[in-house]
């Protein structure tokens, strides 16, 4: 089964400084995080920013060529999650046909957010990454000073950490 997500933002991972976008479901009970080189991160800031470029740009450029063949992406989903290696397929419309094409999740997603489509996630992916969360965040300090932490943590806005390109 595969859940529909959003972009929540684009970020900087502080310890290795690489650009990662962030997906979460409607309920926000899934969080995606997906690492991408910076040319990614630009690619995919230009439409969640709307910016509007005086030429077409590789991603315009082939969603372009896509309509002039008669077909449309439909939606794209990130299908696996091997050897820390997202994949990902765009679902393509031609002549009542539906083809899937292979992708990388940072290519389809800006893809995405130009036709302004789904993006669709396979939830076996979303419960391995929330397994694999889950078994790394451990409780360290205990007393009331880590609660008072936790509490302001509780309540801080993210939506003000967006990183934007």
Same mark, same amino acid.
């Given at each position: ?21 962030? %997906?979460?479901?409607?309920? *926000?009970?899934?969080? /995606?995080? !997906? ?5 990614? =991160?630009? #690619? ?45 397929? %765009?679902?393509?419309?031609? *002549?009542?046909?539906? /083809?899937? !094409? ?5 290519? =389809?997603? #800006? ?55």
């Amino acid at each position: 089964m595969f859940v529909k997500m959003k972009v929540f933002g684009l970020a900087l991972d502080e310890t290795t400084k690489m650009p990662l976008i962030i %997906l979460k479901d409607e309920s *926000e009970k899934y969080v /995606l995080p !997906i690492w991408i080189g910076a040319l990614e =991160a630009m #690619a995919i800031s230009i439409p969640l920013n709307e910016v509007k470029m005086p030429r077409p740009l590789t991603h315009d450029l082939f969603l372009n060529t896509l309509e002039t063949m008669g077909g449309s992406l439909a939606e794209i989903r990130i299908t696996e999650l091997k050897d820390s290696t997202y994949y990902a397929n %765009l679902v393509v419309k031609k *002549e009542g046909k539906t /083809l899937l !094409i292979d992708s990388r999740p940072s290519d =389809a997603i #800006a893809l995405a957010l130009r036709a302004k489509v789904d993006i669709m996630v396979d939830e076996k992916i979303l419960l391995e990454v929330e397994d694999l969360i889950g078994s790394k965040q451990q409780e360290v300090l205990k007393d009331e000073e880590s609660k008072k932490w936790s509490e302001i943590l509780e309540k801080y806005d993210f939506d003000l950490t967006k990183y934007k390109m």
